[in-house]
């Protein structure tokens, strides 16, 4: 179901640098997404470069994740109901109403939090400390829950109107007894108090501002809790210094509204690289 952002939505997400859209997926959608995502977690082992595995723990994870994977990166290359999610219209539209008609891609990836994982490692960020420079700020995420997940099962926390403040420098703390460091945003302290930790419901959708500080949280239940994260930007919005190295980047998506097939995709992009690479 596409969903028309109004004009108080648009308004809220400038404000506040998020919006949470509720059941934008229908269950039966939402069946197939989890099937896919059991389906290449099931391929993941553990070692494969690029995957994020469970830092705790080396003991067997679920039936959907048996190797705890974590992090999952270009999911729309490994399966095809991924690259679909990628184009759906309920998520094309949304960024078509922020970012206007012609939208690219930039990142396509699955974030799973393990049966009780503690995540505080992951720690408070922002994402664009990772993409600057971009020629503006039209870049954000859909995260699209596949489970139930809120504050201690697996949700994400924001603090918000985070987001117009800058690019704030980025720590890795040293915490005794754990396996890995743990992530901050040096000057946290400020935000803390505003920070917020939403309850999701299967098929809901959270859009934030890739400036906006937020959080994976821990899942202390006995089942994986999956969200896939799609993140877009416009087509006027540069990387500068060609950094993303993800799959979808500057593969467009939307031309003047329109979602584009995979084929229609992939020859735009050589495309329009060939065009930039003439102009220099
Ligand atoms: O999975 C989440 O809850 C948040 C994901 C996240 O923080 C990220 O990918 O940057």
Redesign the pocket.
């Known amino acids: 179901m596409a969903i028309i952002l109004t004009e108080s939505q648009k308004g809220r997400f400038a404000t506040d640098g998020y919006l949470i859209l509720r059941g934008v997926f229908s269950g039966s959608e939402i069946a197939e997404l989890r099937d896919a995502a059991a389906e290449i977690l099931s391929r993941a082992t553990r070692g494969a470069p690029g995957v994020g595995f469970d830092p705790w723990t080396k003991q067997p994870g679920d039936e959907v994740n048996p190797n705890r994977v974590t992090y999952l990166n270009d999911i729309f290359l490994m399966h095809e109901r991924f690259d679909a999610h990628m184009r759906a219209r309920a998520l094309t539209q949304i960024f078509c109403d922020l970012y206007g008609p012609d939208i690219n891609g930039f990142q396509s990836?699955a974030?799973i939090?393990t049966p009780q994982l503690n995540n505080d490692f992951?720690g408070w960020?922002q994402?664009a400390p990772d993409y600057v420079p971009l020629s503006n700020f039209k870049n954000g995420?859909a995260?699209t829950y596949l489970h139930e997940m809120g504050p201690c099962t697996?949700?994400?926390s924001l603090v918000p109107r985070s987001h117009r403040d800058g690019v704030f420098e980025r720590g890795y703390e040293t915490v005794e007894g754990w396996p890995v460091k743990k992530r901050v945003i040096v000057g946290f302290e400020a935000y803390e108090a505003r920070a917020a930790a939403p309850e999701f419901n299967s098929g809901d959708v959270l859009v934030f501002d890739s400036w906006l500080m937020?959080?994976?949280?821990s899942n202390y239940t006995d089942e994986s809790k999956i969200?896939l994260?799609n993140v877009y930007q416009a087509k006027d919005c540069i990387d500068l210094k060609n950094r993303n190295a993800f799959g979808p980047a500057n593969l467009p998506i939307t031309r003047s509204g329109t979602v584009l097939s995979v084929e229609e995709s992939s020859r735009l992009r050589d495309e329009e690289t060939a065009e930039r690479n003439v102009r220099g």
Do not use: E, L, P, S
Request: proline residues 0%; hydrophobic residues 30%.
């Open positions: 990836a974030v939090k992951h960020h994402d995420c995260i697996g949700g994400t937020h959080r994976a949280n969200g994260i």
